[in-house]
């Protein structure tokens, strides 16, 4: 099973503040997802990154997959109370079937306004 | 569509009670996940089913646990007796054929199981 390891498990700051949470492993996906999870509710998709190096972004959020696809990192600018949640990666393995999608704990994210 | 459908929403019930959990998953979709969630252990995987055949039950943390799929639109968790350390909000979730790791997973609302 792949392990992967969140930091910082909690994250509280102020509005407008930037911050930036990691995922790590020591193996390689094929591809890494990232999920957001709001009180109440399951997760929800937020992107897919598929090739090392790749950055990809979603309004004030930059998504990064490590050059050896082993990590990535999540940035938020300038965040809002809305950014609040749990945000949760999840990695896949090619060839892996369905069960290759290991998520990790998950950050949990408050912004104060 | 309505996304997956989760009931019931919250279930509170004594230790040794049997509990069943129901979920219902987007029409068209190949896999169902069951999910645990809890604060100390994460979202863990307990089974999974493909085209309603169960493929991986390793996740399932006792024999007190049961899943089924009779059909593709409907799929049960089963925990028979239930024991306070089971209290958890469990997840259902489908997705659409595996293109070689990794597709999107919907989730549902959840069920928040406390076992007393």
């Known amino acids: 099973t792949q392990l992967l390891e969140q930091s910082p498990q909690f994250l509280s700051i102020q509005e407008g503040e930037n911050l930036t949470v990691y995922c790590n492993s020591s193996?390689?996906?094929?591809?890494l997802q990232w999920y957001r999870q709001e009180p109440g509710e399951g997760p929800v998709l937020l992107v897919t990154?598929?090739?090392?190096?790749e950055v990809k972004k979603l309004k004030r959020l930059t998504f990064q997959f490590g050059d050896a696809r082993k990590d990535s990192s999540l940035h938020i600018t300038a965040a809002q109370p809305g950014d609040t949640g749990l945000y949760l990666c999840?990695?896949?393995?090619?060839?892996?079937?369905?069960?290759?999608?290991?998520f990790g704990k998950g950050t949990h994210l408050i912004i104060q306004p | 569509d309505a996304g997956v459908i989760q009931s019931p929403r919250h279930e509170v019930t004594e230790m040794g009670q049997e509990v069943t959990l129901r979920c219902k998953p987007i029409?068209?979709?190949?896999?169902l996940f069951w999910y645990r969630q809890t604060m100390m252990r994460g979202l863990e995987l307990l089974i999974y089913?493909?085209?309603?055949?169960?493929i991986d039950d390793s996740g399932m943390p006792e024999d007190r646990f049961s899943a089924k799929m009779p059909n593709a639109s409907f799929s049960t968790l089963k925990i028979q007796p239930s024991e306070p350390r089971d209290s958890a909000v469990y997840f259902c979730?489908?997705?659409?054929?595996?293109w070689g790791g990794g597709s999107e997973q919907f989730f549902g609302p959840g069920t928040r199981l406390t076992v007393l």
């Open positions: 979730a489908s997705s659409l054929a595996n």
């Open positions: 193996s390689v996906f094929s591809s």
């Open positions: 990154v598929v090739t090392g190096g």
């Open positions: 999840a990695g896949a393995v090619a060839g892996g079937g369905a069960d290759g999608l290991t």
């Open positions: 029409s068209g979709h190949d896999y």
């Open positions: 089913f493909n085209n309603n055949v169960p």
